[in-house]
C-alpha cells in the first residue's frame, strides 16, 4: 500500500509540472484555442495541457504492469490505444487534420483496444418477472461492430467537453472514481487489481485539474480529451 501511495503521488505531481510546461510550450507556440458558441471562456486560450495526462498514464501503466497489477492484454489495449489517439490529437492541434482521416484513425484506435481484450464479452441481461433471471447473451461479429461505434462516439462525446473550463476533468476523476465503486461492489474478488488503473488516471487528472478551472489556464486539446474518452470505454467494455 505504501509503494501504491508513492505511485499514484508521483503521477499527482508529474502531471502538475507537465501540464505548466505543456502551456509554456503552448503560449510559445502560439497553439491556441479561439472561443466558440460552447466555450465558456472568452479569449484565445492555449491548448494541449491533456498531453501531461497521457503521458503520465502511459508510464504508470507500464509501472502497473511491471507489479502485475495489470495485464499484459488490458496495457496494451489502453497504451496503445492511448498513444495512436493522442499523436493523432497533437497533430490535428498544431494543423488541422481533415475530419475523414481523424474519424479513420479513431476507428483504429478503437479496435486495437477491443483486439487486446479480446473483443467485446458477452452481455449479462436481466429478466425481471419471468423464470429466466440473469441471461448472458453474445452478440457475436455484430456485437463486435457496435462496441468499435461505441468507442469513437464516446471519444468524441469526450472531447466535446473540453471547450467548457474544468468539466472534462471533473467528468475524469467522477468516472474513474464511479468506476472504482463499481469494482468493489459487482466485482469483490478482482477488485484488488481492477482499481489500479482508473485510480492512477484519477490522479493524473487531479494534477492538472487547477489549470483547468474557470477561468482555464490551458485546455486539454484533441490529444487529452480524445485519449481519455477512448480509455473511458474501454473500462467500460472490459
Known amino acids: 500500500m505504501i509503494q501504491s501511495g508513492w505511485i499514484f ?38 491548448r ?4 501531461s495526462i497521457v503521458l503520465v498514464v502511459l508510464l504508470g501503466l507500464e509501472v502497473l504492469s511491471g507489479m502485475g497489477v495489470l495485464a499484459r492484454e488490458a496495457m496494451w489495449a489502453i497504451f496503445g490505444t492511448g498513444a495512436w489517439v493522442a499523436v493523432v490529437g497533437f497533430l490535428d492541434d ?19 483496444g477491443l483486439y487486446w481484450l479480446g473483443g467485446l464479452p458477452p452481455l449479462l441481461f436481466p429478466f425481471p418477472g419471468s423464470s429466466l ?3 448472458t447473451i453474445d452478440l457475436g461479429w ?20 473540453d471547450g467548457i473550463d474544468g468539466l472534462a476533468g471533473i467528468e475524469a476523476i ?13 466485482q ?3 477488485a484488488a487489481q481492477a482499481w489500479w488503473t482508473p485510480a492512477l488516471l484519477a490522479m493524473a487528472v487531479a494534477g492538472s485539474l487547477y489549470s483547468y478551472f474557470p477561468p ?21 467494455s472490459q
Do not use: K
Open 9 to 46: 503521488l508521483i503521477a499527482l505531481i508529474s502531471a502538475a509540472v507537465l501540464t505548466g510546461l505543456l502551456r509554456r510550450y503552448a503560449l510559445a507556440t502560439r497553439l491556441l484555442d479561439i472561443p466558440n458558441a460552447r466555450s465558456s471562456h472568452n479569449s484565445p486560450t492555449p
Open 48 to 51: 494541449g495541457g491533456g498531453l
Open 94 to 112: 498544431h494543423g488541422h487534420i481533415p475530419a475523414r482521416w481523424r474519424l479513420l484513425a479513431h476507428f483504429i484506435g478503437a479496435a486495437w
Open 133 to 135: 433471471g440473469m441471461q
Open 142 to 161: 455484430v456485437g463486435q461492430i457496435l462496441a468499435i461505434f461505441y468507442l469513437v462516439w464516446l471519444l468524441n462525446l469526450y472531447n466535446f467537453m
Open 174 to 186: 467522477t468516472v474513474c472514481l464511479g468506476g472504482l465503486l463499481l469494482y468493489i461492489m459487482l
Open 188 to 190: 469483490p474478488e478482482t
Open 216 to 236: 482555464a489556464r490551458i485546455l486539454m486539446g484533441d490529444a487529452g480529451s480524445g485519449s481519455l474518452g477512448l480509455m473511458f470505454g474501454l473500462f467500460s
